[in-house]
């Protein structure tokens, strides 16, 4: 009774992870998928000229550094599993940005409640599976043209169904994690795929330093510095939230009369967390992959020179990333909060904000707060994004390559989305054990 009110200890929470065998469990299996999906990135495909293909790649480009954020290495690797959540999240967005412009889409999302998001799951596959076969079959006939030991049709289509297969598999794990491992499937696969990145890029930093002498060094502590600034930042920001207060009119139950309650509506400075910087970097990543492997030279270089991080025209990489990043949290808010529906609601409850009247006027002011707290939060969001990438080039540091902002960000929101959904389950163990008693 004493604990019932107050967020779980850090002591409490592994207790719980330890003896709770519903928590356990879903740990377990949460565990036991991260590690398959890490073993299959390296199950190489057949018929590669895998020398020919590691010194094609150890050459560095953006495109595979960006790749790589989401495959885990698989890019580089060429393994089943080279696709990985990609053609998931490619297939996320075009389900999203249909879902606000078809009103059927829109229906089954509000109004149909688990069946209606069944549907669009099942429809969000389906694209999965499309989007999967077009990326496999480009890039089995044209990014690994050149590194076949026999190239031909049954190369094309023996490549093509592995990737595939491995990204449906892949797609259909993150989803056994959501439901029945500790939640957040996509987003804690990407964040295993980042993590296994950084010894590589970390081992090269201090390659670096050592070569740089204390010039160096100096860079790299002044790199390092900002991005532990950033760390803090991303916290204070994910964390940060607009607490509107709320009253509850007088009720009468029987013959005694409830006296006001009051509340609260609490509306995040950062409504997507992560998912806009996941959104603008998968966006961002398809032109640069259709530039660098078409055939017409002038794309080529202009995708190469102004949608590549480490190319000259990185400035309007940086400018574009914003602008996405911006776009994409406002469009994410609207999905996530309606300020109609939650005016809606309170009148029906009988609840309304101190000086706002029920109805119109609260949907308007709603608005008008969540749109504050979008700007400064997509604001932030970008900064933090593209400063470290500006201070990395300045620097002349390249071993991030450009991508260490983007991965902290992902790396901070996705912990700490997953230790929420953890506390989450501790407290709803603490519950069933008070009822119990």
Same mark, same amino acid.
């Given at each position: ?142 990014? #690994?043209?050149?590194? =076949?030991?026999?190239? *031909?049709? &049954? /190369? +094309?289509? $023996? ?7 491995? @990204? ?56 390092? #510095?900002?991005?532990? =600034?950033?760390?803090? *930042?991303? &916290? /204070? +920001?994910? $964390? ?7 009253? @509850? ?79 994409? @949290? ?108």
């Amino acid at each position: 009774m004493i604990s019932r009110d107050r967020a779980p200890t850090a002591q409490e929470t592994f207790m719980q992870m330890a003896q709770a065998a519903g928590l356990r469990g879903r740990l377990f299996v949460t565990i036991g998928i991260l590690l398959l999906i890490r073993l299959g990135i390296y199950i190489p495909i057949p018929g590669i000229d895998r020398v020919r293909f590691s010194a094609a790649m150890q050459g560095g480009n953006g495109l595979a550094g960006i790749l790589d954020i989401f495959s885990g290495g698989g890019f580089s690797a060429l393994g089943v599993f080279t696709l990985g959540i990609l053609p998931f999240i490619n297939a996320s967005i075009i389900i999203q940005l249909l879902t606000a412009a078809i009103p059927a889409l829109e229906k089954l999302q509000k109004d149909e409640g688990e069946a209606g998001r069944r549907k669009i799951s099942q429809i969000t596959r389906y694209v999965a599976l499309g989007w999967g076969i077009v990326q496999s079959i480009f890039i089995s006939a044209v990014w #690994l043209k050149g590194f =076949a030991i026999d190239f *031909g049709l &049954v /190369f +094309v289509f $023996e490549t093509a169904l592995a990737l595939v297969a491995g @990204s449906m598999f892949v797609m259909w794990a993150s989803e056994v994690i959501t439901e029945r491992g500790i939640g957040n499937g996509a987003s804690l696969l990407i964040f295993l795929n980042i993590v296994s990145s950084l010894p590589t890029t970390l081992g090269s930093t201090i390659s670096f330093a050592q070569v740089g002498g204390r010039q160096a060094v100096g860079q790299v502590v002044v790199l390092l #510095l900002l991005f532990l =600034a950033t760390i803090v *930042g991303i &916290v /204070f +920001v994910q $964390e940060g939230m607009r607490r509107i207060p709320i009253i @509850s009119a007088r009720r009468q139950v029987g013959r005694r009369v409830l006296a006001e309650q009051r509340s609260f509506l609490p509306l995040r400075l950062n409504q997507g967390g992560v998912m806009p910087i996941i959104f603008a970097t998968a966006i961002l990543s398809l032109p640069l992959l259709i530039g660098q492997f078409t055939q017409n030279q002038q794309i080529a270089e202009f995708t190469n020179t102004y949608l590549n991080p480490g190319g000259s025209g990185w400035w309007a990489y940086a400018l574009i990333y914003l602008f996405s990043i911006i776009f994409f @949290s406002y469009f994410y808010s609207s999905l996530i909060v309606n300020p109609v529906d939650i005016a809606q609601n309170l009148k029906k409850m009988g609840s309304s904000i101190p000086g706002i009247r029920p109805g119109k006027a609260t949907s308007e002011y709603l608005e008008r707060v969540l749109n504050r707290l979008t700007f400064l939060g997509a604001g932030f969001l970008g900064l933090v994004a593209i400063i470290p990438t500006v201070v990395e080039r300045a620097l002349g540091v390249p071993t991030f390559r450009g991508l260490g902002a983007t991965s902290l960000l992902i790396l901070v929101g996705v912990a700490i989305d997953t230790a929420k959904q953890i506390q989450t389950y501790v407290i709803s163990q603490r519950y069933e054990g008070m009822v119990k008693q």
